[in-house]
C-alpha cells in the first residue's frame, strides 16, 4: 500500500508519481464551491485519463472507469477521523489520506480464480 504525497496548502497541485512501474501525474484540487478535494489522473504527456473525481471517504477512486493507461491496483480514499465532522480543504494529508493498493496486493486477498468478471452491457 502506498500512500499518496499531497499538499493542502496550495488548492491546485499537480504531482508525479510512479506506480507499478508507470508514470502518471496526480492533480489535487480544491473545489470551494463543492467545498471538496477533486483528484486527476493523467499521463506524463498530457492525456487525462480522469478529470475531477471527488474524493469520498470510503470511496474507491476510479473503481467504474474504463481506460487502458488506467493503473492496475485500486484507490481508496480514508478518514482517519471520520467522527470529527465536515472534511475542510486543510485536511487532505492528515485527516483525509489516499492510498493506492498494487495489484500483487489485492490478488493477495483475493486470488485472480476467484474474481468473477461482470460484462457491462451498453
Partial sequence: MIQLPTNPIRADWPVRVV???T???LRWHWH???YAW???LGLPDGTWISQGT???PRWPLFHDLQHADKP???FVVIDR???AGELGRYDLGERLIVVYYRSTEIQAVVP???IVRIEILP
Fill in 81 to 83: 477521523t471520520p467522527d
Fill in 23 to 25: 508514470r502518471y501525474i
Fill in 72 to 74: 492496475p491496483g485500486f
Fill in 38 to 40: 477533486h483528484l486527476d
Fill in 112 to 114: 485472480e480464480s476467484e
Fill in 32 to 34: 470551494q464551491r463543492a
Fill in 19 to 21: 506506480l507499478e512501474g
Fill in 54 to 56: 471527488r474524493l469520498v
